[in-house]
């Protein structure tokens, strides 16, 4: 049954690719099902738990997949994301020839991320990273413009600095294990013979993914690849690709199968507090949309490695659900990021200062998205910021925890500066100063909608029901 | 782990080390991409080198081949990707120079 | 002994090669040394008991990378003498740290590891399944991420080789 995440979309992808005029048309329209498909899958698992569907395929292949909360919070996550970055890709790539291509990959970079939160193996794990890191660089240089090739470059060197680090760990945990499971390499973190290579194995695995969630001192790609990219390819990327597979495996591998030291955890916490301060500094000074936004992602992926460098229970479900939460606040901003460039034509705060009043829902939504990644109460990162800090604090982290309530207000300070710049006051410049403005479409405003509509109603809902949601989350955690 | 399979694997660890030196100053270091590009792949045959390596001191040989195999087939799509980019690189810019990528800047 | 002697040949065969593929002037050259290295590696991973991963690593990297290599390189156009006289001078001054580099790790190195001072963990023996039946039986998940893998490399050479008729 969990296969079918992985292999209904291959299925689907070979569909798409018939020579058979009407599926090509309707091609948007499948996928979009099919994600809807995952959301609803994934939020009633509680109603209709998964093992009572019969296995068919299990005598055909042998998949060691497995699903715990965990995977159920990303599987939402990957569904709702792609399902929104594909409406923005519906109403701003113009040309039917990339159309059609941007919907290919983009299942390829689905199918990817599936399966990367359902394996229990770390080599496939390593594979499936491989397959949504080749999908996001072709989904870069879509569009085979001067800056999106120079990203793309960016991006592919560092990835693969970060693939010989992670294959080298790889390496050494065959040497250690002899089995490259997660139950077998967390057993052989008991063997004492075995630590020296571990501890070797882990700081490689460590640098390896640092570089592939773009954590600061590596974070050096993830502005220009989000600069350069197409607007709906922002949204996938800023999302999901990359937090999945860089933010996630950390997650899953330094919160449940290796045994951590005091000393890695406390180079994981000052890497977690150097990206907040440096997104957050850094973010003040930019001069264009696209770019803060990135910066502001570096100071939330931040957030969420502090909480894993904690390690306690409380702070891993703070972790998850800020990851869920950074994911819809985030590509909502992305989203109405994607609409004034549509509308305006560029992305340039200088050029878009005071001319946001003409686009009322995607005022009001960004409004939304604002508030809650500075962490307003009672939006939804309210409550897992708080969650984070109070576990730093319970834990006597106390300078962390005054580092990342500062931050917070420096987020609230840059983000206020741009919604004030470009929504709140008007401008009296004419509007044909930017060339071809758009009109809005109305999927982009559903989507918008509906995002800001989820932030508010996990962060209402959350007030009354911590213990259904957090406190599963708490049991991955070694 | 007997002493002598441990000093093996030393020494072929000295020879990886120094490989993975070579081809990460070869990618970073160059004047070409196409240069970047071959230092990408000594760094693959470095890693690969150390898996099969790491196989054979304790035993896995199968398993450290299956891994190879996959390993080569996902380096393939990755540089015929990369090279793709490459050539594009080359036509925007006219020169395949990698210090000249500096369209994006801050 | 004679293993071993074998070996260490084998090796600094290896590193040599790979050494004047990045420091040779002309790129044609370092492509060619690419293959070679992946030759000698190829014997090296033989000798070290995995022929199957050899005959892969001969065929698919020596072979097919280095025409993928030729081919994206013949689309880009010769550079002039002039210009290749003031590469050669410019590579020379940066290209010769390499050499001093390595000779000054490896001797770094050799001090600390012949007389290695951590433990490997003595393995159980691994079930007696030869590479073809672990990866048609065990490593599914791997087949499946080759195949996913090689439908993402098709839409890239479609997307990024493709000249678009405007």
Redesign the interface.
């Known amino acids: 049954m969990l296969s079918l995440f992985?292999l209904i979309p291959?299925l689907l992808?070979f569909i798409l690719n018939l020579p058979v005029k009407f599926i090509r048309q309707g091609a948007f329209g499948l996928v979009g099902l099919l994600l809807s498909v995952q959301i609803l899958a994934a939020l009633l698992h509680s109603l209709f738990p998964w093992s009572a569907f019969p296995e068919i395929l299990g005598s055909f292949?042998?998949?060691?997949?497995a699903v715990d909360n965990l995977t159920l919070v990303m599987l939402l996550t990957i569904g709702t994301v792609a399902l929104v970055s594909l409406i923005v890709a519906a109403s701003t790539i113009g040309q039917e020839r990339l159309r059609f291509?941007f919907v290919?990959?983009l299942l390829?970079c689905v199918?990817?991320m599936n399966?990367i939160v359902l394996?229990r193996?770390i080599?496939?794990l390593y594979?499936?990273i491989?397959?949504v890191?080749?999908?996001s660089?072709?989904l870069i240089?879509?569009e085979?413009?001067?800056?999106a090739?120079?990203?793309?470059?960016?991006y592919?060197?560092l990835s693969?600095?970060a693939?010989?680090f992670i294959?080298?760990g790889?390496?050494?945990f065959?040497?250690?294990?002899?089995?490259?499971s997660f139950v077998s390499i967390h057993s052989?973190f008991y063997?004492p013979?075995?630590s020296?290579?571990l501890k070797v194995a882990a700081s490689l695995f460590l640098c390896g993914l640092f570089i592939k969630a773009g954590v600061a001192p590596f974070h050096g790609w993830v502005?220009?690849a989000y600069?350069?990219s197409p607007a709906s390819v922002s949204v996938l990327l800023a999302g999901v690709a990359t937090k999945i597979s860089g933010v996630y495996v950390l997650l899953r591998l330094f919160g449940s199968v290796f045994i951590v030291n005091a000393p890695l955890q406390n180079i994981i916490l000052f890497a977690g507090a150097f990206s907040i301060v440096l997104g957050a500094l850094a973010a003040l000074t930019q001069d264009d949309l696209k770019?803060m936004l990135a910066y502001s992602s570096i100071s939330q992926i931040g957030y969420i490695i502090l909480a894993l460098g904690c390690a306690t229970p409380l702070a891993f479900a703070g972790a998850v659900f800020h990851f869920f939460n950074h994911a819809i606040f985030k590509s909502l901003l992305f989203v109405n990021a994607a609409a004034l460039e549509k509308r305006f034509g560029s992305t340039d705060m200088n050029k878009l200062a005071g001319q946001g009043y003409k686009m009322p829902v995607t005022g009001i939504t960004s409004l939304m998205g604002v508030l809650s990644t500075a962490g307003i109460p009672p939006l939804s990162g309210f409550w897992s910021k708080l969650i984070i800090i109070l576990a730093l604090f319970s834990s006597g982290r106390f300078v962390y925890a005054g580092v990342a309530l500062l931050a917070s207000v420096l987020t609230l300070a840059y983000f206020l500066v741009f919604q004030r710049r470009i929504f709140f006051c008007k401008s009296e410049l004419q509007e044909p100063a930017l060339e071809n403005p758009g009109k809005i479409s109305r999927a982009l405003g559903f989507s918008e909608i509906s995002l800001a509509i989820i932030t508010v109603v996990t962060g209402a809902v959350f007030v009354f029901m911590p213990g259904n949601w957090i406190m599963p989350l708490k049991g991955i955690f070694w | 782990m007997s002493q002598s399979a441990l000093q093996l694997?030393c020494t072929f660890g000295i020879f990886i080390i120094l490989l993975?030196i070579t081809g990460?100053y070869c990618?970073f270091v160059s004047f070409n991409?196409i240069r970047?590009l071959i230092g990408?792949e000594i760094?693959?045959k470095?890693?690969t080198l150390?898996?099969i390596?790491?196989?054979y001191?304790?035993?896995?040989t199968a398993?450290?081949q299956a891994?190879v195999i996959?390993?080569i087939v996902?380096e393939i799509?990755?540089m015929v990707?990369?090279g793709?980019?490459?050539l594009?690189?080359y036509r925007?810019?006219k020169t395949i120079d990698?210090r000249k990528?500096s369209?994006?800047k801050? | 002994m004679v293993n071993m002697t074998i070996n260490l040949i084998l090796l600094f065969a290896l590193i040599l090669v790979a050494l004047w593929t990045v420091m040779t002037i002309r790129l044609i050259r370092s492509i060619v040394g690419l293959a070679l290295t992946s030759a000698i590696l190829s014997v090296i991973m033989y000798r070290l008991h995995s022929p199957l991963a050899a005959v892969f690593e001969l065929s698919v990297c020596s072979g097919l990378i280095s025409v993928i290599f030729v081919t994206t390189v013949s689309f880009t156009q010769r550079i002039s003498k002039e210009k290749l006289r003031i590469r050669r001078k410019e590579r020379l001054l940066k290209f010769w740290y390499l050499p001093v580099i390595l000779i000054a790790t490896a001797v770094m190195l050799c001090q600390h590891l012949l007389t290695p001072q951590?433990?490997?963990?003595?393995?159980?023996p691994?079930q007696g399944l030869g590479v073809r039946d672990l990866l048609w039986?065990?490593?599914?998940?791997?087949l499946?991420?080759?195949?996913?893998?090689l439908?993402?490399?098709a839409?890239?050479v479609?997307?990024?080789f493709k000249e678009s008729r405007k």
Not at chain 1, 61 to 65: A, R
Not at chain 1, 144 to 147: A, F, G, L
Not at chain 3, 118 to 124: A, D, E, K, R, Y
Request: proline residues 1%; glycine residues 8%.
């Open positions: 992985i291959l992808l292949f042998i998949f060691s997949l291509y290919n990959l390829i199918i990817g399966a394996v193996d080599f496939s594979v499936f491989e397959i890191s080749v999908s660089f072709i240089a879509l085979r413009n001067k800056s090739i120079e990203g793309t470059f960016k592919l060197m693969a600095m693939t010989v294959l080298s790889i390496a050494c065959l040497l250690a294990a002899g089995d490259l052989a063997d013979a075995a020296f290579i502005m220009d600069l350069a770019r | 694997f993975l990460a990618m991409l970047v990408f760094l693959i470095a890693v150390l898996i390596c790491a196989g001191v304790c035993g896995r398993l450290a891994i996959t390993l996902i799509v990755v990707v990369a793709g980019v490459a594009w690189a925007h810019n990698p990528l369209n994006l801050g | 951590f433990t490997l963990p003595l393995l159980v691994a039986s065990c490593r599914h998940l791997d499946l991420g080759q195949v996913v893998m439908l993402a490399g839409f890239g479609v997307i990024l």
